[in-house]
């Protein structure tokens, strides 16, 4: 059963910082990508942050300059720290990840159940 498991959510104030963090199983050939997403309640998800197994990195210019994302490919893990949180950022933050199977497997793309953050004015 291939998992994505996310932890380090929580209600924070505005400025405040988070680290959040998802491991993937350990039983993979591999990690394509890794990255984060979030939704607010009847909103669409929208992209945080993205890293490729080579450690390329994507952001929005919303959080550019503000959030960090990294990885521990040997842990199958990535990280998003988030500093100078927003209470407009409050919402569902999912990890994805586009994961190897097998030596030869094209990549499939995998979503976490989610971790809430919450951002108080």
């Known amino acids: 059963q291939v998992q994505l498991v996310e932890s380090g959510g929580g209600l924070v104030q505005a400025g405040g910082s988070l680290r959040l963090s998802c491991v993937a199983s350990?039983?993979?050939?591999?990690?394509?990508?890794m990255g984060w997403y979030r939704q607010a309640p009847g909103k669409q998800r929208d992209l945080v942050a993205t890293i490729t197994n080579k450690g390329s990195t994507n952001y929005p210019d919303s959080v550019k300059g503000r959030f960090t994302i990294s990885r521990d490919n040997a842990r199958n893990t990535v990280y998003l720290q988030m500093n100078n949180l927003e209470p407009e950022e409050t919402a569902v933050y999912y990890c994805n990840a586009e994961l190897l199977l097998y030596s030869g497997d094209l990549g499939t793309t995998y979503w976490g159940q989610g971790t809430q953050v919450t951002v108080s004015s």
């Open positions: 350990r039983n993979i050939f591999s990690i394509n990508r």
